[in-house]
């Protein structure tokens, strides 16, 4: 699909890299260029042999070559890259890059049709811009953390993290998108063949699906609370508990669905308690209902609660771990959890498909994540034009690795 | 920058709207075709008059016209209109358009460069393709919901919700870029002009994210478990109760770090104890240290400690709210929050501004969510060529509203 597209990315950690697996994944030549130490994701989670697992799929598809880019000729390389590029993406902290001659004019210097996509904290622009960004600080102040808690009251547990650095892949994606935006505009027959500038922030990534959290507080004062496991408009929905220590969500938040509910539990003389007879009574004893529901979920093992539910057409799902996630037959079927050979590993590792599916042109993994500048010499022979011997050269001056 | 591109959305509720709504803040033509009775999201979450906010934000930038898809003349002018369109972007259960007479084959008859984009819960082939998709069972199934939890034994609450329908949104921006990837590879100068299909899953689009998760269950069985506010790998960082009863989040993780927080809580002694020395011995020890930590950040208030945190150079954030987010300097800086007029309630409406932020060309909000079926005529006029007497003729037959 995006075959056809170079794609230079000045990344690590999480969100750059993220959004550069993304095009890759749908087929453009990623090109990263890794300090001769690595990315420090290489050795992120769990390990074999000081190699992350997690490497195999967020490196994957990317050609990396190891430069040091506070020598002149390690700033040349890039440069030639960028030059025969059509993209450039980059998560260092505002301004760094252009202190290291990188700066988006240089960059485009030769080549006025790169998109230059920056991805950081807080934005390019602004008085918070130099500040340094955290995944958990872009969760912070998009409005997430606060969100992701038990109602007030409830405990004095803190917030939850959602166990992934959300904020940074959420900004990833939308850097991607934008992109993708950018090309397009510069690509099609109308097109004006400039580059454009995408500027991403996981601050505004995360507000931006914050959903009706803004003009609600802005019209009537209410900021948003919230709810658990459970939504603030709809009752009984939640997660519930299980004999053998699962979570079930149940989603029977409405008129039909709770009466098949309460069918289910035996319990039909909920139907006719004032309590519960509508949406709106259901929302205001939502912790009544659901410690009922509890009770009557923590005497049925996972399976067969769900078997029951589903018999019952009531919405249901476990809470997927991640060895639910690798045998569920709907992600092996779809191609979606697939085992892709890795040499370095000398194993075959699991990874996550491809997402969108695009099935007159679907994407690939045509390779697992590489080792640092396993494709040094062949970009700096096939792209920047050197012989063996200033390759060598370069080596020896510690200018690439 | 999207200007000239027309995007025809069978949509309704969180994911299919979201996509569109990216792609006409870029500033697409969105054509929203309702059924007469409206799609539901109009009346969630907090209301005026009726009127939900969040449909300021929701349906900004898109024409609305309500249309009765089941009736022969209504299907009509929804191919009339795919026949003029760049893209489709649907989220009925699979299958169901087919139903009505509108499957792929029949919106492409017309148009063979038609991008025809289906959001649903699990996919469109697949075992599970025709199951009920709601966002709660995209998390769980994507493999969220059981990490947005406190660590095993911590509590017996359930697994939180992250407050908004953050699957559905995933899923959105995932289609909004799928789209564009396929309409580069369309209209560049070597494209085939052919339209391409986009598939996209909650489930699978959350999956996505996952990180290290399914790498590491493949290699080592390791099945991924919740770890509260904090991270598996690294201590102390975590979200803190304040005096005033918020939350701040400090990241201290690191030795340097580590340091400074010990010398700001007046706390040097940890920094000889065995238990604390080291990163590895302060993830072995997170609990102790989360309690010590929280024990000093309750006699601050938030504002006051994050002063002292920010003056040592320690990265920390209020989790912020909904109030906190229409406040920040930075955000109303860069335009991401912003007032805009909404002449339906007759006051401004505060609104999340245009991600992602491309400064040559950015994006806008040219208008606020319509009311239901404001564009029915001029789109009947002007892209069906229907005239006043045509339309009230199916107008008064009930096909349009």
């Excluded at 170079?6 to 697996?21: D, I, K, M, N, S």
């Excluded at 697992?53 to 960028?82: E, F």
């Excluded at 709810?227 to 409405?254: C, E, F, K, Q």
Aim: overall charge negative; hydrophobic content about 40%; proline content about 5%.
């Amino acid at each position: 699909m995006l075959s056809g597209l170079r794609v230079l990315e000045l990344g690590h950690f999480v969100a750059a890299p993220f959004c550069t697996r993304l095009l890759g994944d749908l087929g453009a030549d990623i090109i990263k260029v890794e300090p001769p130490t690595g990315d420090p994701v290489r050795q992120w989670g769990e390990q074999i042999g000081g190699r992350s697992l997690w490497w195999s799929m967020h490196g994957r598809n990317k050609r990396s070559i190891a430069l040091d880019l506070k020598a002149p000729q390690g700033v040349d390389i890039v440069l030639a890259l960028a030059a025969q590029a059509d993209v450039v993406v980059e998560n260092f902290r505002p301004g760094q890059l252009a202190r290291l001659g990188l700066s988006s004019e240089r960059l485009r210097e030769r080549n006025p049709g790169l998109i230059v996509t920056h991805i950081s904290g807080f934005g390019q622009s602004g008085p918070y811009r130099s500040r340094a960004a955290f995944g958990l600080i872009g969760e912070a102040i998009g409005g997430l953390r606060h969100l992701t808690n038990h109602p007030p009251g409830t405990t004095t547990l803190p917030p939850v993290r959602v166990g992934v650095s959300i904020g940074d892949s959420i900004a990833g994606l939308y850097a991607a998108f934008g992109i993708m935006a950018a090309l397009w505009q510069r690509d099609r027959g109308e097109g004006d063949g400039m580059g454009r500038t995408v500027d991403v922030a996981l601050t505004e990534s995360v507000l931006s699906m914050m959903e009706g959290m803004l003009p609600e507080y802005g019209a009537l004062g209410k900021v948003k609370q919230p709810t658990g496991g459970g939504i603030a408009t709809a009752a009984p929905t939640n997660a519930y508990p299980t004999r053998d220590g699962d979570w079930v969500l149940i989603g029977a938040n409405s008129d039909p669905l709770f009466v098949k509910l309460a069918g289910l539990m035996g319990r039909e003389d909920l139907l006719d308690a004032v309590e519960y007879r509508g949406n709106r009574e259901r929302v205001a004893n939502a912790a009544a209902l659901d410690a009922m529901i509890s009770e009557w979920t923590r005497q049925h093992d996972a399976d067969a609660l769900v078997a029951m539910l589903d018999e019952a057409d009531i919405p249901n799902s476990k809470a997927y771990t991640s060895a639910d996630c690798a045998n569920d037959e709907q992600y092996l079927s779809r191609g979606m959890v697939r085992e892709v050979k890795d040499e370095h590993f000398g194993m075959t590792i699991l990874q996550a498909g491809v997402v969108p599916h695009i099935p007159e042109s679907p994407g690939q993994i045509r390779w697992v994540g590489p080792g640092l500048g396993e494709h040094t010499d062949e970009i700096l022979r096939d792209l920047i034009g050197l012989d063996e011997q200033s390759i060598n050269s370069l080596r020896k001056q510690g200018v690439v690795a």
